[in-house]
């Protein structure tokens, strides 16, 4: 068992699936990827560096793929669920695309090669 194995244990089952999902595309594209919990969230890391943050709330669930500059080149899907700088909310009627997901790891993997980093 992981720590956000322990994480998800305190979550709703709605919420569960919907960040277990988020988990199984992250692992699909980083196999080596490293789960721990920083700032208090479920965080993904490859190699030291912040790949993405994820939690649940009481009316919804974030991702926080961090303040990278370079996710506002993703374009309009990404605006469409930013609602704030570094983060993305979203709930069961409103999901996170399959596809802007694997953008948002994409692009953090290239972002954290290239030397940025941002918790």
Not at 64 to 73: I, K, M, S, W
């Amino acid at each position: 068992m992981t720590v956000i194995d322990d994480y998800l244990d305190h979550v709703t089952p709605t919420q569960r699936e919907a960040l277990e999902h988020i988990r199984k595309i992250v692992k699909e594209m980083v196999p080596d990827v490293e789960e721990v919990i920083s700032y208090g969230m479920p965080t993904f890391k490859q190699k030291s560096k912040t790949i993405l943050h994820f939690a649940a709330f009481k009316d919804h669930m974030s991702v926080f793929p961090t303040a990278d500059p370079r996710l506002t080149e993703i374009g309009e899907l990404y605006a469409k669920f930013r609602t704030s700088k570094g983060t993305l909310q979203f709930s069961e009627e409103n999901p996170i695309p399959d596809e802007l997901l694997r953008e948002i790891v994409k692009t953090r993997l290239e972002s954290s090669s290239n030397g940025y980093e941002s918790a």
